[in-house]
């Protein structure tokens, strides 16, 4: 930590510096969301942007997706290791290999050095999980790929452009690899224009506050952070403890594959050891250590009370520990498309380790993540399509209040695809799309309801690709609140025959089929007989729970009009606590 330049930096100024960067990065997201071409970016909202300093330390993130940005130190860490003072103005940079500091394939990072009279200032970087880029089925994500060259075009670092002139032969070469080039060449230059905007206000900031004061004003709010986040950690009782979650898949299988967390806090760091999870598994669900990391992040960022500058400051104080070879770390050759349900997997686990050592501050745990459902086939009137759906999603109950419903996972920030855009850009029809009663986890404070997802395939021999996961182990209450519903995953032949499907599979489905999709429901908080009868009754009149859930559940008794019974209700859970007893 630098107090030298804590001393010399006015805070004043520096408040100033880091909501202009917040805000340039911000306006980078909104350049992506208004120009990118894929509903994936666009719509689904899969993808992230942030401005690092000349040494690679984040500075500024957009407010989009937390796992890829937490995995920027590991990818600004390969690409100076290989191009390093080599950068020239104009440059860009392009990776997608998780084994030179990506994350897996379908996530493109790009990267523009920023130069102002010869001097490396910083960089802009964006990150987007492309609708395609080749592999062995449409989307390249698939759960049973079992291997990185099944999964798509590889790219290590690479020059996507030099001295501000596109490099024709890495534009060929993704062209020629890809379903849909229009498509994912859209995407990729709705990034080189968000950095571009981004290299712009920049260089601005340069004019208004000069070079080295704007770099002193960098590191300082780097540090700033990270005297934050460890005053904090600081003020948390130091011990150990440990947490155990379970992936209901490895990809190709229905088994169980465990996460183990085992987190420590000493003082003013943390450490989450994850050695003791599962060796790599035979699909796609193995992450790299850097996505992992990133995971581990979020969960940390997530208990802190105090307001911190989204920069990797934050990240110092925190200590993750890998095995390799291993689901938190996969190794050569082994496939990591569907990695993100191994990452929602993690924040789960670390999350029930704190919840035994900062029990107010830590939320039961949520959906488990975002289903991911890929469509693929030839489009009637000519023409492939693939169409991607991230269906988000339910928080579990916190200790202050219930469960968001139909909100993305914190750790995700993607979006459902809204069901017009999806009728009119696809061949698909969505025939239902809701909440689902009686699915949060009832507690003092009800788990957030499931979403319901009811896709209707018109076309036939289309590739459908499904990643979910709680089908066998349901998201987890805390403080004696029950667990939410879990996953559902149902084929709906033409003739009305009902085919239940493993939580992660890749099939061909045909003209009429209809794929019925339930998320899990967030898990609840706090003794369910706690809670305040009035809003059970509020639940029920909303359709959010029913009458005999209530009774059964909150031991809530109400009459025809959903209105409490008192007396009967104060009978019912006298004997139900008495039974307890």
Same mark, same amino acid.
């Given at each position: 930590m630098s107090t030298t330049a804590e001393r010399r930096v006015d805070p004043v100024t520096l408040q100033i510096v880091a909501n202009a960067l917040a805000s340039i990065a911000d306006e980078m997201a909104t350049t992506i969301f208004r120009t990118a071409h894929s509903t994936v970016v666009r719509d689904g909202m899969d993808f992230s942007a942030a401005i690092l300093d000349p040494r690679g330390e984040t500075v500024a993130q957009a407010v989009t997706v937390p796992f890829h940005l937490g995995s920027l130190p590991a990818a600004i860490e390969r690409l100076l290791e290989h191009y390093g003072d080599r950068m020239e103005p104009g440059d860009v940079y392009l990776m997608n290999d998780p084994f030179d500091g990506g994350i897996h394939l379908q996530d493109m990072f790009l990267f523009k050095p920023v130069h102002h009279e010869g001097e490396l200032i910083g960089f802009t970087t964006t990150t987007a999980h492309h609708g395609d880029v080749g592999g062995r089925l449409p989307g390249s994500s698939a759960c049973d790929? *079992? !291997?990185?060259?099944? %999964?798509?075009? =590889? /790219?290590?670092?690479?020059?996507?452009? +030099?001295? $501000? !002139?596109?490099?024709?032969?890495v534009f060929k070469i993704i062209e020629a690899n890809v379903r849909i080039p229009r498509m994912t060449l859209g995407d990729l230059g709705a990034q080189v224009a968000a950095c571009a905007v981004a290299e712009? +206000?920049?260089? $601005?900031?340069? !004019? =208004? &506050?000069?070079? %080295? +004061?704007? $770099? +002193?004003?960098? *590191? !300082? /709010?780097?540090? &700033?952070?990270?005297r934050l986040v460890r005053r904090e950690i600081a003020s948390w009782p130091d011990g150990t403890a440990s947490f155990t979650d379970i992936l209901g898949s490895d990809g190709i299988d229905v088994v169980d594959v465990p996460i183990v967390a085992t987190v420590t806090i000493a003082g003013d760091e943390l450490t989450v050891d994850l050695t003791e999870s599962a060796p790599m598994v035979r699909g796609s669900l193995n992450s790299t250590r850097s996505f992992v990391e990133a995971c581990v992040y979020q969960a940390v960022r997530c208990a802190l009370e105090v307001e911190v500058p989204n920069t990797s400051g934050a990240f110092r104080p925190v200590h993750v520990l890998t095995t390799p070879g291993t689901v938190c770390e996969v190794t050569m050759p082994g496939a990591s498309s569907m990695r993100g349900v191994t990452g929602f997997r993690v924040l789960d686990a670390v999350n029930g380790a704190l919840a035994q050592l900062i029990p107010g501050r830590i939320p039961a745990a949520g959906e488990g993540g975002n289903t991911l459902a890929i469509f693929g086939a030839e489009r009637p009137e000519g023409g492939r399509f693939v169409y991607y759906e991230l269906v988000v999603g339910t928080w579990g109950a916190t200790p202050g209040g219930d469960g968001n419903d139909g909100v993305t996972n914190p750790a995700s920030l993607a979006a459902n695809i809204p069901v017009e855009v999806a009728e009119s850009e696809f061949p698909i029809v969505v025939e239902r799309y809701g909440l689902v009663p009686d699915s949060g986890g009832p507690g003092r404070n009800r788990g957030g309801l499931a979403i319901e997802r009811v896709w209707r395939c018109v076309t036939p021999d289309t590739s459908l690709i499904v990643r979910s996961d709680r089908a066998s182990t349901p998201p987890y209450g805390l403080q004696g609140g029950l667990p939410g519903a879990p996953s559902v995953n149902v084929l709906v032949r033409p003739d009305g025959t009902e085919e239940p499907l493993p939580p992660m599979f890749s099939t061909t489905v045909q003209a009429g089929d209809v794929y019925v999709h339930r998320i899990a429901g967030g898990g609840g908080f706090g003794d369910p007989l706690e809670r305040d009868p009035v809003l059970v009754s509020q639940d029920v009149a909303n359709g959010k729970v029913s009458h005999q859930a209530a009774e059964a559940h909150y031991g809530v008794v109400l009459d025809s009009d959903d209105a409490v019974d008192t007396q009967a209700t104060e009978r019912l859970r006298a004997e139900r606590k008495g039974g307890a007893a």
């Open positions: 790929n *079992t !291997e990185i060259f099944q %999964e798509g075009i =590889r /790219l290590p670092w690479l020059k996507l452009y +030099a001295g $501000g !002139e596109p490099v024709e032969d712009r +206000a920049l260089l $601005g900031l340069v !004019e =208004r &506050h000069g070079r %080295e +004061a704007l $770099g +002193a004003l960098m *590191t !300082e /709010l780097v540090d &700033h952070t990270e």
